[in-house]
């Protein structure tokens, strides 16, 4: 069983700056694939970014690359998500999950197993 617990979400205006962090508890994701998932109200859940077990690949949508970095420290057992020059249209709750399937498919929501419960992430123009 594994528990992961985002933060770091808050309101903030556009271009500035936040970083989410996932913890997790239970066992160790140091050897599974990360991803980053967003859900925008009366929108469907869509991917951000995910990141491979070590040595790491990290993958991201078009609309947050170049602006958002996906990190992981697996002695913390965290995955990070830094987040620059945030848009009004990032506002969403943001996810992180466990995937099982690897980086090739991690912007697909089926191959995960494991979700935390979000962090609401408010960008004003």
């Known amino acids: 069983q594994v528990q992961l617990v985002e933060s770091g979400g808050g309101l903030v205006q556009a271009g500035d700056s936040l970083r989410l962090a996932c913890a997790a508890s239970?066992?160790?994701?140091?050897?599974?694939?990360m991803g980053w998932f967003r859900q925008a109200p009366g929108k469907e859940r869509e991917f951000v970014a995910a990141?491979?077990?070590?040595?790491?690949?990290?993958n991201y949508s078009d609309s947050v690359k170049g602006r958002f970095t996906i990190s992981r420290d697996n002695a913390k057992n965290t995955v990070y998500l830094q987040m620059n020059s945030l848009k009004p249209e990032d506002t969403a709750v943001y996810y992180c999950?466990?995937?099982?399937?690897?980086?090739?498919?991690?912007?697909?929501?089926?191959?995960?197993?494991?979700w935390g419960q979000g962090t609401q992430v408010t960008v004003s123009s």
């Open positions: 999950g466990r995937n099982l399937l690897g980086i090739g498919s991690a912007y697909q929501e089926v191959g995960y197993d494991y």
């Open positions: 239970g066992r160790t994701i140091s050897s599974y694939t």
């Open positions: 990141i491979s077990r070590s040595p790491t690949i990290s």
